[in-house]
């Protein structure tokens, strides 16, 4: 029983950084998801894949895996990349790169 504390990433399909504070315990999967003969779907009998405990530091989930003997490995989060401060910096006449047409 394996579990991972990481910092979930922003989601790409979304512009908004909702979800992405909290600190995420999940267990390793223990066995492979496997197709069901009538119908196709995936599933596993491994039930623990379905938990994912949420917490506000690192610090407090590497407690809580420790206190309740679960082996665990963290994840530090990426640091984002700077973005363009608005679309008409883009345009300014003091622009340190050239344009490219």
């Known amino acids: 029983m394996r579990a ?11 512009q908004g950084k909702a979800r992405t504070k909290l600190w995420l315990l999940e267990y390793e ?4 998801k496997v197709p069901d003969p009538l119908m196709g779907w995936t599933s596993s009998h491994d039930m623990r894949q379905q938990v994912a405990l949420e917490f506000d530091t690192s610090e407090e989930a590497v407690a809580y895996a420790a206190q309740h003997g679960i082996d665990f490995q963290v994840f530090e989060p990426h640091a984002p ?12 006449f003091d622009r340190k790169q050239p344009w490219s047409h």
């Open 4 to 14: 991972r504390i990481y910092k979930p990433a922003k989601n790409s399909m979304q």
């Open 81 to 92: 990349k700077p973005r363009p401060k608005s679309y008409s910096d883009n345009f300014r």
């Open 29 to 32: 999967p223990e066995s492979p």
